[in-house]
């Protein structure tokens, strides 16, 4: 797949007359400016990686490399790791983030722990510490059943090879599926050249090299994997993340394709993208006077929420997360008069706006970060929260805070904005520059997911797109500063936007100008509710 839009200079070089590499441009959605490199295992080349080559470039420019003799990629003299690492050099970008499958991981461990400076973040999938057992690492495949396996590659490496799709698929909820899956494709190797993998692969050790890797690391597994016991998840050090998919096995990549996107993007944002609180708190009060008269989709969201409250019964107690100026809090106390209500919100300047304009003694305001909240245990009986909780670097504390102050049988209901808000935003600024000016945001899978973890029930999520339209792009760009959602984050450039910049980002959106003369903005709202 070689499209001939959007290509640095980067790719061009990179893909000069090179059967290793094939290059997936990143589209609309695109989050980051360095690319993926994904690195087959054994038995397979870069089709092993099916559809998620595409999937993942909706959000970055991707690369996947065949390994020497693998594919259309000529075999080398030397099948070392030390060749293989020289030979990764040559082919990948100046800095990526690498993905690898099994041997592919190990090799890219590898490389990590040589060329630290090349490598922005590290996934292995299905991959081991050493790939064969012995006395002083037993959570390997057994080294009788590997030098088994060898010997029937010598023998009709065709065989072999259909024995390989058998144990790869081995265990799997989906198992039947995958091994059809896996002898339609076309796993061009050389003989020779699988051979000296199958001996790189048995002489392959990562336990000292492991702790050499500095940079964010997230390693995946099987719960089934017969060749890479999920047992080895347990001899990483603290400083990686790690994922073990439920009923998979070596190949959960393929077989659950949804929930690995998943972990790879959010550990990619993660790693990338870190929110500064100080300064966003700081941004909205600020921004406190004038947030109301320009907060359109905040407010038709709101009443969205509202209206969905209909079936909570009589809340003694309510706490709206995020309050800012206090509007919700004022429409919840109207709603349920009998019930206690309390503001929070980490901006300070935004919680005494909304204490001076809601006079009202029965209200409290708190001030306080939903990670940290200051509330009683189960002290709640409603929570509501409206586009408050994007602002999170991790969902997941946050969700726990929220489970804990709500009773027995509370409900949680709030609106976010999903992953496709501000698409054509994102897209543009892409178009002028390399820094960050969007901010990240979740998906219905992610919090389907975080909700569950913090031990929510009856989790019900739906998606809005809703449109709005301006009168021109700096209308637009006035709209966001003057709600305070401007992008704060440790990945933006320190400098100022300039002029230049501002000037080249109005020409770019004007490829989304309408025939009425306006200028879209696309919100992606995802209404949740979920009880305790």
């Not at 393929?254 to 990619?268: D, G, M, P």
Request: overall charge negative.
């Amino acid at each position: 797949m070689l499209a001939d839009h959007n290509i640095t200079p980067e790719c061009h070089n990179l893909l000069s007359d090179n059967k290793s590499l094939t290059f997936y441009p990143a589209g609309p959605m695109k989050l980051h400016s360095d690319p993926i490199v994904l690195v087959h295992g054994w038995g397979a080349n870069s089709e092993i990686w099916q559809s998620l080559p595409e999937k993942l470039s909706e959000y970055a420019d991707v690369y996947t490399i065949d390994l020497p003799g693998f594919g259309e990629s000529p075999a080398i003299e030397e099948y070392t790791e030390q060749s293989l690492n020289d030979w990764l050099y040559g082919q990948l970008p100046q800095t990526c983030c690498l993905i690898g499958l099994s041997l592919g991981g190990m090799l890219c461990r590898s490389f990590t722990a040589q060329y630290p400076n090349k490598v922005i973040g590290l996934i292995t999938i299905s991959t081991n510490l050493k790939f064969v057992a012995d006395s002083q690492y037993p959570d390997a495949m057994p080294s009788s059943d590997f030098e088994l396996f060898s010997a029937i590659w010598d023998q009709n490496p065709s065989a072999c090879l259909n024995r390989f799709s058998g144990l790869q698929a081995q265990g799997d909820s989906q198992q039947r599926q995958l091994i059809r899956q896996l002898r339609t494709m076309n796993s061009i190797i050389e003989s020779g050249a699988g051979r000296e993998m199958l001996n790189l692969l048995a002489r392959m050790d990562g336990t000292h090299q492991i702790t050499r890797i500095n940079c964010p690391s997230l390693a995946i597994f099987g719960e089934k994997d017969c060749l890479v016991p999920v047992n080895s998840a347990n001899k990483l050090p603290e400083s990686f993340e790690t994922v073990v998919v439920r009923d998979a096995a070596h190949l959960p990549h393929l077989s659950a394709q949804t929930s690995v996107l998943e972990h790879i993007f959010t550990f990619i944002s993660k790693s990338k993208y870190q929110l500064d609180k100080e300064r966003i708190a700081m941004s909205f009060g600020r921004a406190a006077p004038t947030y109301d008269s320009a907060a359109n989709i905040q407010k038709w969201s709101g009443n969205q929420l509202l209206d969905g409250l209909s079936k909570v019964g009589n809340p003694q107690s309510i706490a709206d997360l995020g309050c800012g100026t206090g509007t919700q809090v004022a429409l919840l106390k109207n709603k349920f008069p009998k019930a206690s209500l309390t503001g929070v919100d980490f901006s300070a300047q935004m919680l005494a706006y909304a204490k001076t304009n809601h006079v009202d003694s029965s209200i409290k305001w708190l001030c306080c970060d939903t990670e940290n909240l200051a509330l009683d245990d189960q002290s709640e009986d409603l929570i509501f929260s409206n586009f408050a909780l994007q602002w999170c670097n991790d969902i997941n504390p946050s969700l726990g805070e929220i489970y804990r102050v709500l009773n027995t049988g509370g409900q949680f209901y709030f609106a976010i904005p999903g992953p496709k808000t501000l698409w054509e935003l994102r897209q543009v600024w892409g178009q002028v520059d390399q820094s960050i000016h969007i901010n990240r945001f979740l998906s219905s899978y992610q919090w389907q997911t975080a909700l569950e973890t913090a031990g929510f029930t009856s989790i019900a999520l739906k998606n809005t797109i809703k449109i709005e339209h301006h009168g021109s792009v700096r209308d637009l760009l006035w709209n966001l500063k003057t709600v305070g959602a401007t992008n704060h984050n440790s990945g933006k450039s320190k400098h100022l936007t300039g002029k230049k910049q501002i000037k080249r980002l109005c020409e770019a959106y004007e490829k989304f100008k309408t025939s009425q003369g306006t200028f879209p903005v696309s919100w992606d709202i995802i209404f949740g509710r979920a009880v305790k």
